[in-house]
Every structure is written in C-alpha cells, then in structure tokens.
C-alpha cells in the first residue's frame, strides 16, 4: 500500500497500548487469606498502580512461556522453578519479572518485603 495514501485515508494517532501488568501467585485467590490480600493490595499501591488494573491469575509453579505474549511485567509469588533467585529483575522473550515467596511466608518475612520492594522499585521505575 502506498504510505501517502494511507496517511490521508486513516488521519487517526496510532497509540500504543500498554499491556497490564501481572501477577501471579501459587494458589487459586479464593484460598488466598484476607492478610495476604491486603499484603498484595498494598504492594501493588506503592507501585502506583491500581489493584484493579493488574492481572492475577493462579499457577503453582511459574511457567514464563505462558504470560510472555500476554504481558510485559509479571511478579511472581510462589515456589520457584530451578536457576531462578528471588528478588532479581530478570528478562525473558521481552517479558520483565521478579521472583518472590509466596504471600504467606512474605507476610512473616520483613527483610524479604524489603528486598523484594527494592527490586519492585526498579522494575516499575518508582
């Protein structure tokens, strides 16, 4: 198609869409606690994001080739698969996560909920 043709005949911005970001944790959110909730809810906000416009869904054991096309953030709460550290920004096919235990045992854990927010912090630029 000839490119001046197609400037005049569609005028409109082109607008990238951003896709939401995800997370995923290792139990179905119906099991999930009402302190782990509010855990999440408030991770989420100190990212300047609201809980609404996140994706959550469940898997036991992350499985990155299953969100890559669908996301281009993701955290992780949950057992992790081999070669893969908590607490480090990583990067797979375009898809940028973190790795973190799961909610429960984050609750318990101070040092790991600031290490974990640390490395939030540079992967949504905050």
Known sequence: MDQEIFVTTYQEEIFQIN???????NQD???L????????TKIITALKISIDSITITSQPTLNIKNFSKRTDKL???GD???GI??????ESNGLSFI?????????ENEPARKQLWLSLRKLFSV
């Open 19 to 25: 896709s939401k970001p995800m997370v995923v944790i």
């Open 29 to 31: 959110w119906e099991k």
């Open 33 to 40: 606690g009402g302190k782990e909730r509010e855990l999440l």
């Open 75 to 77: 955290i992780y709460f």
């Open 80 to 82: 992790l698969p081999a």
């Open 85 to 90: 550290a908590r607490y480090e920004n990583l």
């Open 99 to 107: 790795c973190s235990e799961n909610l429960t045992q984050l609750l």
